[in-house]
Nanobody
Framework: QMQLTESGGGLVQAGDSLRLSCQGS????????VGWFRQAPGKGRELVAT????????EYADSVKGRLTISRDNAKKTPYLKMDALQPEDTARYHC??????????????WGEGPQVTVSS
């Protein structure tokens, strides 16, 4: 089964930008829809952005609209999550996930480990 390996987390200051990457392990990556989730300490998991397999359809949670941008490069087997104007409330562990049926089911079967993003005020 394809695997996802994430990178790009870290400690930043409020107002900074950060880009997360999540590379797929094989060529089948291009058929999967991708979602980025985050989970803050003591809170439930939140779906923040999704992108379909061709990169033509994207959606965002209301809480991040205008600040986060999801994209993908299928040639590099890599989706990205660009985060701008980061705030302390964005502090969370961010996971990418992939699934062929996600646009229909909303469920994701393949998960990355999840880099920690910490935003200091």
């Amino acid at each position: 089964q394809m695997q996802l390996t994430e990178s790009g987390g870290g400690l930043v200051q409020a107002g900074d930008s950060l880009r997360l990457s999540c590379q797929g392990s094989d060529r089948t990556f291009k058929i999967y829809a991708v979602g980025w989730f985050r989970q803050a300490p003591g809170k439930g998991r939140e779906l923040v952005a999704t992108i379909n397999s061709l990169g033509k359809t994207v959606e965002y949670a209301d809480s991040v609209k205008g600040r986060l941008t999801i994209s993908r490069d299928n040639a590099k087997k890599t989706p990205y999550l660009k985060m701008d104007a980061l705030q302390p409330e964005d502090t969370a562990r961010y996971h990418c996930a992939a699934d062929y049926f996600a646009p229909t089911t909303g469920q994701y079967d393949i998960w990355g480990e999840g880099p920690q993003v910490t935003v200091s005020s």
